[in-house]
């Protein structure tokens, strides 16, 4: 296997045709495409980060990328570089592209960082599934490199490969007599409730910004999070929602009760999974649930369609009954850290010990006499 490294968006987009088609050939997530790789990297790359797309070829042929970037930081004054998923924190369970066995790729990928490409010095691999071959013990040998594997998130799934009644027997009784009650209730009071779907080029952003009005009346405002936290985010969303939209790989639900909009879903579809990336609701309708009323209505229209999986998607560090209670499976994620002992390691040790020392100076420096 051969191993190039594109390193500007130039040298990137002279690949995507054949970026394209292996994510059309080879099962991956949505989050590995190109349009969504480059968009990541227009809206939240640093002038402190360089692309370090590695490109595996067999034969002449690509069959392996890797969409990774190099960071550079700092800690205790050291100057270092990072190797990380471009699309660590903006997707779910970043990974590599692999036309062929996934070890194999994962061997060309460590025998070059170890022998080739050598200027690196730390590389932190979230959301890292148990079967992926950079969590096995071979990949970064412990001879030259220090490795510290910790939990991280669970991502939950719900599988649609049998029917919406079969499904739903899953949940409570009581909570499906629950759900009734809510819709005659909400019914009686605001009128007929009815989900409008936008998933058109010439609609869907009619749609995202409703979605967008919902959300800034929500807790997510004050918490800092969603599309409308800041105008970085939206324009992204905008964005990607308009790319995706032309490829029949995105919606926007919205429920409304009467005249009001009182929930949102924002998702993406891509092979056989539909992503729920986004949801949100008007805290004015919260004791319904209205959330819940419109995943029940968005399940029941894709247990009829030709997806097999609906994916929450996870949460670091909580396990949200709204998700664990209407799963049918989960995915337990880990970060992986990979740091050179002798170029980072040691060098870093030695950095903190030094700044501890002196701290303890400073201070007694700074005592007062007794």
């Known amino acids: 296997m051969d191993i190039t490294i594109l390193n500007t968006i130039e040298k990137i987009s002279q690949i995507e045709k054949e970026w394209v088609q292996l994510t059309k050939n080879n099962k991956c997530s949505l989050f590995l495409t190109y349009d969504y790789t480059l968009l990541l990297w227009q809206y939240f790359s640093t002038p402190a980060d360089e692309p370090f ?32 998923f471009i699309a660590q924190w903006h997707g779910d369970r970043p990974d590599i592209i692999a036309g062929v066995d996934k070890n194999r790729l994962w061997q060309a990928i460590y025998d070059y960082l170890h022998n080739v490409y050598t200027q690196w010095h730390a590389a932190v691999l979230a959301e890292q599934e148990t079967t992926a071959a950079v969590m096995d013990n071979e990949i970064f040998s412990s001879r030259y490199y220090f490795k510290n594997i910790t939990n991280l998130s669970v991502s939950y799934l719900i599988s649609m490969k049998s029917s919406w009644e079969d499904y739903s027997q899953q949940l409570s009784r009581s909570f499906r007599k629950r759900i009734k009650r809510w819709v005659k209730k909400l019914e009686a009071m605001t009128g007929k409730i009815k989900v409008d779907h936008f998933f058109q080029p010439q ?17 997510k405002k004050d918490a800092g999070i969603g599309i409308s936290r800041d105008h970085k985010h939206k324009a992204f969303y905008h964005d990607l929602m308009g790319l995706l939209s032309k490829e029949d790989q995105a919606s926007v639900f919205i429920m409304k009760a009467g005249d009001e909009d009182i929930s949102g879903y924002l998702l993406y579809r891509f092979q056989e999974v539909v992503y729920a990336s986004q949801v949100t609701y008007n805290p004015s309708f919260s004791k319904y649930s209205p959330g819940m009323l419109l995943r029940v209505e968005l399940l029941q229209t894709f247990f009829e369609s030709s997806y097999e999986i609906f994916d929450m998607m996870g949460m670091v560090g909580r396990q949200p009954k709204h998700k664990t ?17 002798k170029t980072f390691l040691f060098p870093i040790i030695w950095a903190k010990k030094i700044k501890r020392s002196l701290s303890l100076r400073r201070r007694k420096g700074n005592a007062s006499p007794s």
């Open 53 to 84: 797309i590695m490109v595996v070829r067999e034969k002449g042929a690509i069959v392996g990328i890797a969409p990774f970037k190099v960071a550079r930081e700092k800690k205790f004054g050291i100057s270092y570089k990072t190797i990380r």
């Open 325 to 341: 209670d209407w799963a049918t499976g989960a995915i337990e994620t880990f970060q992986v850290e990979v740091y050179k002992k």
């Open 203 to 219: 609609d869907i952003h009619d749609g995202l910004d409703r979605f967008i009005a919902l959300e800034e009346t929500s807790w």
